[in-house]
Each structure stands twice: as structure tokens, then as C-alpha cells.
């Protein structure tokens, strides 16, 4: 049997149940249903995540077949309906790659923009900006090509960037500003890179030797 002061304890613990139990109550399904909505976005990720690396295994697929319409609408299918997946923006890179290589200029560039509006990864965004700029200096639209190669380029691919400010450069006729940018990229390569000899010779083409001159491409005006 309890002794009188258990006991009292007991009671008080049944008048404080009585008053507060609805409050009780009302907390425990609050965070149940948060621990629910917690545990079962994660399971939704996970799903989607499963997902996407499906549609990226069928993607590479279509892939393989060459075949422009099929790709760009793969694509298309993951962006749509994985766009935070990291599968996403390498679909849109890889459609936009080979479209441009089909001759598919708006589609790829299409995919392109995608990519530098939707990615979070930077090294993607960074391919994204040089292979659009790029395509836009094929254009003949060089404002607009080196004005993305100033945005958001990874330090990773500074040389590639560099290299192709200078081609753009070198188009409009600036020696000066396009061997500088070619020793910027020469500077940014490391070790054994496979463009660093192809950068030397457009380098050792327009003469000057091997340091920058006093102009440097970041001053110049497109």
C-alpha cells in the first residue's frame, strides 16, 4: 500500500492530469505528425532521388541512340519533374552538348540557360557559362559571350574561360587583350593539362613572350 505522502503525490498527479491532459494530448499529435511529415519527406527524397537516377539511366540511353528530338525530350522529362536533383542539370548539360553538336543552336542553348538558372553546383553553372558563351561568339555576339564569362566561373575552369576570352577577343581583333587572356589561362592551368600547349601556341602567335602585357583582358571593353 502506499504511505500517505505516495499517495498524495499520486492525486496531485491525477488533478494535474485532468486539467493539463488536452494539452498533453494536443502536443504529443503535434509532434507526431512533424516527426510523420519529417521522416516521410525524407523517404519522399529518397524516392525521388531513386527516380531520377532512373530517368538518367534511361537518358543515357537515348543518349547513345543519336538522336536530337529523343534527348532534348529526356531531358526536358528529368528537369521537369527531378529539377533539384543533381541528375537534372548533367541531363541538360549533356542534351545541350550533343544538340549543339547536331547543329540544334536554340535547343541547346536552351539547355545551357537551364543549367546557369537552375543548378546549385557551381562547376556545372561554370560549364554552362563558358559552352554558352561560346556558342554565342559563334554568333558573332561577343558583348554578350564575354559578359558570362565573367559571371560565377569556378576557379577550376578559369583557364578554359581565359582561353576562350581570348579566341573571343582575338575575333574582334585585340592582339593585346587576347594574348593576355591566353597567359591568364596559361597561369590558371595546372601541370599537364590537355589545352595548356594548344594556349601556348595561340600565346607564342601573337608574340610578346611569356608575361602579360600591361593591358590585361580584365580592363577591356568588348
Known amino acids: ?24 494530448l494536443a502536443f504529443v499529435v503535434v509532434a507526431a505528425i512533424a516527426y510523420a511529415a519529417v521522416t516521410g519527406w525524407k523517404s519522399w527524397k529518397q524516392h525521388q532521388a ?37 541528375y ?17 543552336t536554340a535547343e541547346a542553348q536552351s539547355q545551357f540557360e537551364w543549367v ?22 559563334d554568333q558573332k555576339k561577343f558583348s554578350e559571350a564575354l559578359a558570362l564569362l565573367d559571371k560565377g566561373i569556378d576557379a577550376a575552369f578559369a583557364g578554359m574561360a581565359a582561353d576562350l576570352r581570348g579566341d573571343i577577343l582575338l575575333a574582334q581583333d585585340k592582339t593585346t587583350e587576347a594574348r593576355d587572356a591566353y597567359r591568364a589561362a596559361l597561369a590558371a592551368f595546372e601541370g599537364n593539362h590537355p ?16 608575361e602579360p602585357s600591361k593591358t590585361s583582358s580584365a580592363g577591356s571593353k568588348p
Open 1 to 24: 500500500m502506499y504511505d500517505l505522502e505516495e499517495q498524495e503525490k499520486v492525486d496531485a498527479l491525477k488533478a494535474w492530469w485532468k486539467e493539463n491532459q488536452r494539452r498533453v
Open 50 to 86: 531513386e527516380q531520377a537516377a532512373e530517368a538518367f539511366a534511361a537518358f543515357q540511353k537515348v543518349v547513345a541512340q543519336a538522336d536530337a528530338s529523343k534527348v532534348l525530350a529526356a531531358a526536358l522529362g528529368i528537369e521537369q519533374s527531378s529539377p533539384a536533383s543533381p
Open 88 to 104: 537534372a542539370a548533367r541531363a541538360a548539360l549533356t542534351s545541350a552538348q550533343m544538340l549543339l553538336g547536331l547543329g540544334k
Open 116 to 137: 546557369i538558372n537552375h543548378s546549385e553546383e557551381v562547376a556545372l553553372q561554370s560549364l554552362a557559362h563558358i559552352r554558352l558563351a561560346g556558342l554565342l561568339a
Open 195 to 210: 589545352l595548356r600547349q594548344v594556349v601556348q601556341l595561340k600565346a607564342d602567335a601573337l608574340g610578346g613572350g611569356n
